[in-house]
């Protein structure tokens, strides 16, 4: 008699394997299961309490932009300026030391304050002299450009030292050797003050035209970034500050490494004293350093007080960032500083004030 035929039913399979399976394990895993079902729905319901409670205005970041409503915020209470600077001076000397710069950065200068940046730094200025032929030194518009902040903390140093420079000649300088103090104390050093290119922002007359569409042609870098207004920055309106309470007559603005000098500003005819004459004598003076007529951005320094507003501007551009070239950089620079310190405009340039 052949044997009988195994049954391969569904439920009797399944009758089969239960019978097999140990009790204990079963319910282990039905509690394990419950367990994370729990879990899972308390969390679920959690976060949609947690997000349902936000506010929809912390999903965006305020921007500290400065406008002349809230440019007074940003003013160092007199009755503080005295300890900001000393504790500034203070951290500045770890940044020098780093750099393998033996000077004491601020040294023996009596120096001025008026803003502070959003990071609370104060910015600098000193002021050497008295008289209408006034030049105004920057430096440290893109802090990581290393070596014009030591060239211009240098410069301040030296024209405290010789007063004979200026004294009793109708000659006055103003110097601010670190125009963006919160992009130097970053890491490593940023060309922005946090996420604005502070030469990109003033209010030149192309701004609304083309600042964004100049920026759009830089690939959208954040370190050419003009900001979403003009004059929008502290660092800016710093400047704007400065330029507007000392009515320079020329202006020098150091940056580096593309190597040459540039020149922003009125276009005479050769004639002694006239603009163009007075930036080829500062290269001469500077070792026949070269002379170019570089590109004119919207919000740039040169538009904004070069070219609207006639005053004589250069820019230094040093050769490196190398920061172990800063002594050769001095002794070959100064002579150009110097020359247009002492140099007097045969006629009047406009006056920076609109």
Not at 334 to 354: E, N
Request: charged fraction near 15%; hydrophobic fraction near 40%; charge should be positive.
């Amino acid at each position: 008699m052949p044997a009988p035929k195994e049954d391969f039913f569904f439920l009797p399979l399944l009758y089969r394997w239960m019978a097999n399976l140990q009790l204990w394990r079963i319910s282990g895993y039905l509690l394990v299961f419950l367990w994370v079902s729990l879990f899972l729905s308390i969390g679920t319901l959690q976060a949609q309490l947690i997000l349902s409670n936000l506010p929809l205005q912390r999903g965006f970041g305020k921007i500290p932009l400065v406008s002349t409503r809230t440019l007074s915020n940003w003013e160092i209470p007199a009755a503080q300026k005295a300890a900001t600077i000393q504790a500034f001076c203070s951290k500045l000397q770890p940044f020098f030391r780093k750099h393998r710069w033996k000077e004491n950065p601020c040294g023996t200068v009596e120096w001025h304050t008026h803003y502070r940046s959003t990071q609370y730094n104060p910015m600098l200025y000193a002021e050497f002299g008295t008289g209408s032929n006034t030049t105004l030194f920057l430096g440290g518009v893109h802090p990581d450009e290393l070596t014009p902040i030591h060239l211009s903390f240098r410069l301040a140093q030296h024209l405290h030292d010789h007063p004979e420079l200026y004294r009793n000649q109708d000659i006055r300088i103003i110097v601010a050797p670190l125009v963006n103090p919160d992009g130097a104390f970053t890491s490593p050093p940023t060309r922005t003050n946090r996420t604005i290119d502070v030469n990109r922002n003033f209010l030149t007359l192309d701004w609304y035209e083309k600042a964004h569409t100049s920026w759009q042609k830089k690939n959208h870098m954040p370190r050419f970034f003009p900001g979403f207004f003009p004059n929008s920055e502290i660092e800016t309106q710093f400047q704007i500050f400065l330029m507007n309470t000392y009515q320079p007559t020329k202006i020098l603005s150091m940056h580096a490494p593309l190597g040459f000098y540039d020149y922003d500003g009125p276009d005479e005819a050769p004639q002694p004293g006239a603009p163009r004459e007075f930036i080829y004598t500062v290269a001469k003076k500077s070792n026949n350093y070269r002379v170019v007529n570089y590109a004119i951005f919207p919000g740039s320094l040169g538009n904004f007080a070069g070219y609207e507003r006639k005053v004589p501007t250069i820019t230094l551009e040093l050769e490196t960032n190398d920061t172990t070239k800063v002594y050769a950089y001095w002794k070959q620079f100064f002579p150009g500083f110097l020359h247009s310190i002492q140099h007097a405009f045969s006629s009047p340039v406009l006056s920076l004030r609109k």
